[in-house]
């Protein structure tokens, strides 16, 4: 820290993101990115005319992309937000819904930037304890009174909950804003976007990272009642409006073209998840019943980070968290089944040398 950082942030401890070590190849399980190409219609969009426009600023309004998302979610394009990746909606959200007076409630174990947004804008939050099965208990966040913020399906844990649930969480704040993250809905989980049309304290946040293949393009998109996306644009508009570079607003737009390319990967990501589950489970790991693109296992022999460092020295690489109630776990993002097959080879030699 130099003498120049505010104090506000002197004890501020920043999100850790997942390793990306550049010192060999690994097959790498660990920050739920797809292991498929965008589709070729993407590639062809970002490689076309839009690559000689880039002396010029992207349509600050996103307006080609917005219609898109519109047509595609069957909502307004006055009901549609979009940002550069969804952790910037996020941290808009934290920005826009929460301060000293209004807090935030969110899961103890869930995504790790919620809690780093809350330091960061000094709100007053509070972690809610998951069950023992890592479950979430919707009457936990009744009357919160604060923001709630809950990824659906959870991170690591994979766990959802369903639209009633959902919906039960939003009648009872009915003052107070529901953020649903639905980074990994695509891949099995029930979407509440309907419920916006509903509940005008709604935001479903969701991300081309993940289902979309789309990591490096940095786009997050957010459906909500059309008063909460104007604060959004409020925030948007004092802090960067250009936001969304041209070449990833192209390929957003291309994506949305080409949503049998992407059903297919997301099928095939699920039905290797389970595939891959069934597997571990054969050798004596536990698993949560994850609906995401990553599992969360536990093994009966290997302690989660002695597992973690032996795969990644046999160059495969999976996320390990350090908190207490997790530390027995590993989190494995779901790739191609070559690659899985190749973590329970991995797998297998380090169970026979326990
Ligand atoms: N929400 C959750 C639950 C996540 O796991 C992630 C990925 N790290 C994000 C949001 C952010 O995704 P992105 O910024 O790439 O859209």
């Known amino acids: ?181 639905e980074a990994y809905v695509d891949f099995g989980a029930e979407s509440c976007v309907a419920l916006t049309k509903k509940y005008n304290n709604l935001i479903v946040v969701m991300t081309y990272s993940k289902s979309r293949s789309l990591a490096g393009g940095r786009l997050g998109f957010a459906i909500a009642h059309k008063d909460l996306i104007r604060d959004l644009n409020t925030i948007k508009y004092s802090t960067n409006p250009y936001n969304i570079n041209r070449l990833t607003m192209a390929a957003g737009i291309a994506s949305l073209e080409d949503a049998d390319y992407y059903k297919n990967c997301n099928k095939n990501t699920a039905e290797v998840r389970e595939y891959t589950k069934a597997e571990l489970q054969k050798r004596g790991f536990t698993l949560t019943d994850s609906k995401a693109n990553f599992l969360f296992a536990k093994s009966d022999k290997i302690g989660g980070e002695e597992y973690y460092m032996a795969l990644k020295s046999r160059g495969v690489l999976v996320r390990h968290f350090k908190n207490e109630k997790i530390k027995d776990y590993v989190r494995i993002t779901i790739g191609t089944k070559q690659q899985m097959d190749v973590l329970l080879l991995k797998t297998d030699e380090i169970l026979s040398e326990v």
């Not at 999100?15 to 797809?34: A, C, F, I, W």
């Not at 076309?48 to 047509?71: F, R, S, W």
């Open 1 to 181: 820290m130099s003498k120049f950082l505010s104090r506000r942030f002197s004890s501020l401890v920043p999100y850790t993101p997942g390793e990306q070590p550049r010192d060999m190849e690994y097959v790498k399980l660990n920050t739920n990115e797809s292991p498929f190409a965008p589709s070729p219609k993407v590639i062809a969009a970002v490689n076309g005319e839009e690559v000689k426009k880039l002396n010029l600023y992207p349509d600050p309004t996103g307006k080609a992309l917005i219609q898109k998302l519109a047509e595609t979610y069957g909502v307004g394009e006055e009901n549609v937000f979009i940002s550069n990746g969804s952790d910037d909606i996020l941290n808009f959200s934290f920005m826009a819904f929460c301060d000293k007076d209004k807090g935030a409630f969110f899961p103890e174990i869930s995504y790790g930037f919620y809690e780093v947004y809350a330091e960061l804008y000094g709100i007053n939050y509070k972690k809610i304890p998951l069950n023992s099965d890592f479950s979430i208990t919707p009457a936990h966040y009744f009357n919160a009174g604060s923001t709630v913020v809950i990824a659906n399906p959870n991170a690591p844990t994979g766990l959802a909950l369903s639209v009633a649930q959902v919906e039960e969480i939003l009648k009872a704040n009915a003052n107070d804003v529901v953020i649903i993250d």
